[in-house]
């Protein structure tokens, strides 16, 4: 069991990692924290209404475009690979594909 009493504000328990060499240095490569513009996220929301599927497409896409995948959108160069994809979402280059239901199959 952890006491919470027992962590201190001195930072001498601290152990720095050195950078991953196999890790690509780009802005969105997972070392910090995803940040996106609050107008997409409202824009998406209103193409996947449901927040759990609009989180899971996004962070799909995310990771596409982490990997080196082309963005299907305009781009420039403030924007974060949440934001491309939040813009492709908003602008119809991806989606979400319906689940076949057992009637149809």
Known sequence: ??????????????????????????????????????DLVVAASKVIPEPPVLINLVSTRVKQLNMGRSPLVRTDHRMGAADIALTEIIEGKISVEPKETEAEA
């Open 1 to 38: 069991m952890i006491r919470l009493d027992a962590m201190s504000e001195d930072a001498s328990n601290i152990v720095t990692f050195p950078e991953s060499s196999h890790a690509p240095e780009s802005p969105s490569s997972g070392k910090r924290p995803i940040n996106m513009r609050s």
